[in-house]
């Protein structure tokens, strides 16, 4: 259960992430499915740590992990990603968030995964953010 006056800043980055990637065919999801290589390319989000001021304000730490056929491809896109957490999710609102400072942790990089039918790319955020009032 969340604490009052936090946000599952997960779903809603990968709800912002869906909307901005509505023209793509792109799986967003925060778990990934067993038969991945058949839904490429596939966009993971995950929190992985971070803080809160106890009152409101969360600082999350954003794994996003793209999975896609090519490494040129995962690259391209992780790209597209980073530019649009660092522009356009910066200073956004949803039905139950407001976005504020983000920033990048880990710039997108290459990771390493055991299916070689496909190539991982993935980078880590500092995302602030807070309910809407």
Do not use: K
């Not at 779903?11 to 909307?19: G, K, S």
């Not at 969360?58 to 090519?70: K, L, N």
């Amino acid at each position: 259960m969340a604490a009052v006056g936090s946000v599952d800043v997960e779903l809603e980055v990968m709800v912002a992430l869906r909307t901005f990637l509505n023209d793509e065919d792109v799986v967003v999801r925060d778990e990934l499915d067993n038969n991945l290589a058949s839904e490429l390319p596939t966009v993971q989000v995950q929190v992985a740590g971070g803080s809160d001021d106890g009152v409101r304000l969360d600082r999350a730490f954003v794994d996003i992990d793209v999975y896609h056929r090519t490494r040129a491809d995962a690259i391209a896109l992780a790209a597209e990603i980073r530019g649009w957490v660092l522009t356009q999710l910066r200073g956004s609102t949803t039905e139950s968030a407001v976005f504020g400072r983000t920033g990048t942790i880990a710039r997108p990089a290459v990771r390493p995964y055991e299916n070689t039918e496909l190539r991982r790319v993935g980078a880590t955020y500092e995302i602030y953010c807070h309910p809407v009032s």
